[in-house]
């Protein structure tokens, strides 16, 4: 089956500093992929929709100035999590459709964990 | 969206099937149900989908009900690495449509 990679899988940065989070599809070429956010024991929460070339669409309630998203190439997106504070501490989870697959199958990355100290 | 509801959380015993439904009264023509499962502290894996009828794949299986407003998946025989929590989510089949996340249903397995 098609692989995502996410990088770190987890970090820790002070409160005020920015980090930034990889997500790769290694055997496939996405044009959209997706950010997840979860806080403990709660389910998956869509961010944003990727889309290579051209601006991330974001929910409604996330800060697109504070969750910076880059779709650069085929196979990577990156999230960067900008002046980070302790409420951003959470599990990160990127996804990545793959069009040669089934209907709307996504595949995830391992997550990286987030703490905000 | 086509909502879905499931049961919080099921048990089961090591080498036991496990039947883990889902509502989706609401369903439209054009949705497809797909079932997802989160083991610990991992991102969400695929577990499979289908539209009208049912599906086997080397993970499990899904009964997709004649009126398609419930389906079950259908683990033959449980291990304790199924321990997870099943997501079951409807999607319109359309190119690069988002996924929605109840809350899933937890199963524990039991040796």
């Known amino acids: 089956g098609a692989v995502v990679s996410q990088h770190p899988s987890w970090v820790i940065c002070k409160s005020g500093t920015s980090v930034k989070i990889e997500c790769r599809s290694l055997d496939f070429q996405a044009t959209t992929m997706f950010w997840y956010r979860q806080f403990p024991k709660q389910s998956l929460m869509l961010m944003a929709t990727?889309?290579?070339?051209?601006?991330?669409?974001?929910e409604q309630g996330v800060e697109k100035d504070k969750f910076l998203i880059n779709h650069a190439s085929l196979t990577l997106s990156t999230l960067t999590v900008t002046s980070a504070h302790p409420e951003d501490s959470s599990f990160y989870i990127c996804s990545a459709r793959d069009p040669g697959q089934a209907e709307d199958t996504q595949y995830f990355g391992p997550g990286t964990r987030l703490t905000v100290l | 969206d086509a909502k879905t509801t499931q049961p919080n959380s099921m048990e089961s015993n090591e080498e036991e099937p496990v039947h883990l439904p889902c509502n989706h009264s609401?369903?439209?023509?054009?949705?497809?149900i797909h079932w997802y499962r989160q083991l610990p502290s991992q991102g969400p894996e695929y577990v499979i989908h289908?539209?009208?009828s049912n599906v086997n794949n080397r993970m499990a299986s899904l009964a997709i009900a004649e009126d398609r407003k419930s389906s079950t998946l259908i683990l033959h025989r449980a291990t304790l690495r199924d321990a997870a929590v099943y997501y079951c989510?409807?999607?319109?089949?359309?190119?690069?449509?988002?996924?929605?996340f109840g809350g899933g249903t937890r199963l524990m397995v039991k040796p």
């Open positions: 990727s889309n290579e070339g051209s601006k991330a669409t974001y």
């Open positions: 609401t369903i439209s023509g054009t949705d497809y």
């Open positions: 989510i409807l999607t319109l089949g359309n190119a690069g449509n988002m996924l929605t």
């Open positions: 289908g539209l009208t």
